[in-house]
Nanobody, 126 residues
């Protein structure tokens, strides 16, 4: 499985940005996808997760109400719509996929995911 994330850029606080993550390989509707982010000097943190079937959506509290994750099975692509961006949202954003058998409703830890995209930088100026 390979993941290609893109869509990052420089925006001002309050602006919106949409990230995409295209997946190639054997992708099934039961697989879980997630967005993580890592700011300089900080740990990688969970942002949002979704199952390829479009359900099992979960958000970090810090982005709830501002970010929306969605999936398009036909295009093997997930998106992260980010609205009302804040300077604290500035980070490298990574998409990840979990292909292991999933028995829980949600997965939010980085080590629960198997493959990662290369990351895309989001810069938010105040």
């Amino acid at each position: 499985v390979q993941l290609q994330a893109c869509g990052g850029g420089l925006v001002q606080a309050g602006d919106a940005l949409r990230l995409s993550c295209a997946a190639s390989g054997r992708i099934f509707s039961a697989h879980r996808m997630a967005w993580f982010r890592q700011a300089p000097g900080k740990e990688r943190e969970f942002v949002a997760g979704i199952r390829w079937s479009g359900d099992r959506i979960i958000y970090a509290d810090s982005v709830k109400g501002r970010f929306t994750v969605s999936a398009d099975n036909a295009k093997n692509t997930i998106w992260l719509q980010m609205n009302s961006l804040k300077p604290e949202d500035m980070a490298v954003y990574y998409c990840a996929i979990r292909i292991r058998t999933s028995t829980r409703a949600y997965y939010t830890a980085a080590d629960e995911y198997d493959y990662w995209g290369q990351g895309t930088l989001v810069t938010v100026s105040s």
